[in-house]
């Protein structure tokens, strides 16, 4: 079964990192663009950034030069990380990406891991 888990998340203070994590298993030939969101309480799910298969990348302004996203293809993973993070990157945060399934891209969402940054 084709599924994208993420995985990183947790409570971190203001200025602290972490590292997101999605990895694609299952029969999977080849992976897309990858996209992560986030979703606050409350609030619209946004996209924070996009990394090509190419790896042409796009940031939201909010997290340009603190947020890194990065690609291993040998790996199936898309890693994001975080630096310098504000309260206001609290939120859960849900991997999306296009997954090559025998000739067809089919579009699949993590399940999310929730990100808390507090003192």
């Known amino acids: 079964q084709v599924q994208l888990v993420e995985s990183g998340g947790g409570l971190v203070q203001p200025g602290g990192s972490l590292r997101l994590s999605c990895v694609a298993s299952?029969?999977?030939?080849?992976?897309?663009?990858v996209e992560w969101y986030r979703q606050a309480a409350g609030k619209q799910r946004e996209l924070v950034a996009r990394?090509?298969?190419?790896?042409?990348?796009y940031y939201e302004n909010s997290v340009k030069g603190r947020f890194t996203i990065s690609r291993d293809n040998a790996k199936n993973t898309v890693n994001l990380q975080m630096n310098s993070l504000k309260p206001e990157d609290t939120a859960v945060y849900y991997c999306?990406?296009?997954?090559?399934?025998?000739?067809?891209?089919?579009?699949?969402w993590g399940q999310g891991t929730q990100v808390t940054v507090s003192s």
């Open positions: 990394i090509s298969s190419s790896g042409v990348i």
């Open positions: 999306n990406a296009n997954l090559l399934l025998q000739r067809t891209y089919h579009n699949f």
């Open positions: 299952g029969m999977i030939s080849g992976i897309g663009i």
